[in-house]
């Protein structure tokens, strides 16, 4: 099977850069509707109380140009997972949340003050102000929730809920928009507002048609069985014409009897190969570790669903430094399995460290095929930690600085393992004097 091949990281820059030129335009093309295209609430207005209501125009403009472009950064798009990793963009979706609900709060406070609180708009003559105002208390509540998920409802009851919710207070938006102002009642704001309408519709319907037809429909679990203490391993014959490259993940889903067909992301564990390999299997290692989890053991005749392959979290994705050094914590070793796999059958000659810490001795269940790679792969060094056995011990500065002492500074690192092991462990290689340019990382959840 051919490797899946990445963007180049100057192309990745490239795009990025046109990205934000674009997004700058398009706001700074909002910035300017108040003042050229001015309302008339404008008209009756000097001074100060002038400056702050075109001010707070402004900011409601920036709100629902970013509202927009957070329903693009919903979709799973490809393209934009070639050049930022679909974890990036979903961090990103998270904090233009944030920045979604702070200008629209500033512009409900900016509007509001040259009136005066004796004069609110209130009244069935102020409805599109009305609906305005109730839109910022559902922003609220709807970032905040999006924000506390983990702690409220279980993921899944939540997803369902988040994305109709989200469309349904764009149309809201979108409402409050076309009625409130009369900059937009007709000329260059009203046709710069149905272009972003259409354009973001259009998006969004061609994201659909796309991932149903590239997604992978039924094909059957080959096998099936539980490694380790609480891990099953999945192996599914690959899809002709599928290709990925090591460290990417899948969106998957199941069809069985006993199992709910939600998707979830997962590392492909094997390694695509090359030229006269053994490609034919897509493997995956599934901790059981939630309600959708653990119920995979017990379904006979499986079937999966794929959308892939995602993410950045790969060495192919950049060149290759003079070493590699894979740190990873329990079921975070997946995307490191599958480049030391692929490394493997490259031959490659690159210098690499595993390290990989475990809860108990029980939990390894990579035993042989560590053996293996092993043998292998001569330039590869492993270290396991057992942080709860007796005698064990975690990943620490100190261990950290004894095994990395003579790795080059311009080495990479690949973490993947619980978000506050790999928060520390970065830290630690900053003081150990590795940038942070060098550490790359991958979050099981998005
Ligand atoms: C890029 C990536 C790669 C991953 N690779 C692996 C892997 O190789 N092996 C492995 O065991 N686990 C992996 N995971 C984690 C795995 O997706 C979750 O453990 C699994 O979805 C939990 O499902 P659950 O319903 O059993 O547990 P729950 O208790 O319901 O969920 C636990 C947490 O898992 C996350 N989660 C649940 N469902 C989803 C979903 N549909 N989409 C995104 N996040 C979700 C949420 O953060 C949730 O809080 C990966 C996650 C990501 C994001």
Redesign the pocket.
């Known amino acids: 099977m051919a490797m899946r091949q990445f963007l180049s990281p100057a192309q990745r820059v490239g795009y990025t850069l046109s990205i934000i030129f674009i997004l700058l335009l398009v706001l700074g093309f909002a910035a300017t509707i108040p003042y050229i295209w001015e309302s008339k609430s404008l008209w009756y207005k000097t001074g100060i109380d002038k400056t702050l209501l075109q001010l707070g125009k402004v900011c409601g403009l920036f709100a629902a140009v970013l509202f927009f472009l957070q329903i693009i950064l919903a979709q799973r798009l490809s393209f934009l997972d070639r050049i930022f990793g679909l974890?990036r963009i979903y961090n990103l979706h998270r904090l233009n949340g944030f920045l979604i609900l702070g200008l629209a709060v500033l512009h409900a406070s900016l509007v509001v003050l040259p009136e005066g609180l004796d004069n609110l708009p209130i009244g069935w003559k102020f409805w599109p102000e009305m609906l305005g105002a109730a839109l910022v208390v559902m922003l609220a509540f709807f970032i905040v929730t999006a924000y506390f998920r983990?702690k409220i409802l279980?993921?899944?009851l939540w997803?369902k809920a988040h994305r109709p919710i989200g469309y349904l207070l764009l149309i809201i938006l979108t409402i409050h928009i076309f009625n409130v102002s009369d900059s937009f009642e007709g000329g260059v704001p009203l046709i710069a507002l149905w272009a972003l309408i259409v354009l973001v519709l259009l998006i969004t319907i061609v994201a659909k048609i796309y991932t149903a037809k590239t997604t992978i429909k039924r094909i059957p679990v080959q096998s099936r069985r539980i490694v380790g203490d609480d891990?099953v391993s999945l192996r599914l014959s690959t899809p002709s014409g599928f290709n990925y490259a090591p460290g990417q993940?899948a969106f998957l889903q199941l069809h069985g009897h006993n199992i709910s067909p939600?998707?979830?992301?997962?590392?492909i564990?094997s390694a695509p190969g090359g030229p006269g390999a053994d490609d034919s299997n897509l493997e995956?290692?599934?901790?059981r570790?939630?309600?959708?989890?653990?119920n995979i053991e017990t379904d006979e005749n499986l079937q999966a669903s794929l959308q892939a392959p995602f993410?950045l979290f790969s060495y192919g994705a950049r060149p290759l430094p003079p070493m590699l050094i894979f740190i990873g914590g329990g079921?975070g070793i997946?995307?490191l399995l599958s480049m030391l796999r692929q490394l493997r059958t490259e031959k490659q000659s690159v210098p690499l460290m595993l390290i990989w810490s475990l809860a108990h001795k029980r939990d390894m269940f990579l035993g042989e095929e560590l053996n293996d790679l092993r043998e292998q792969l001569p330039n590869l060094q492993t270290h396991i930690f057992y942080t709860r056995e007796e005698g064990g011990s975690r990943i620490d500065r100190e261990r950290l600085g004894i095994l990395l002492q003579d790795v080059p500074l311009e080495s990479h690192f690949y973490l993947c393992g619980p978000e506050q092991m790999m928060s520390r462990i970065r830290h630690d290689l900053q003081q150990l004097k590795f940038t942070s340019k060098t550490i790359f990382f991958?979050?099981?959840?998005?």
């Open positions: 974890d983990r279980a993921y899944h997803r891990i993940f939600e998707i979830h992301p997962f590392t564990a995956f290692f599934i901790k570790c939630g309600d959708w989890t653990n993410g079921i997946t995307p991958e979050q099981f959840s998005l």
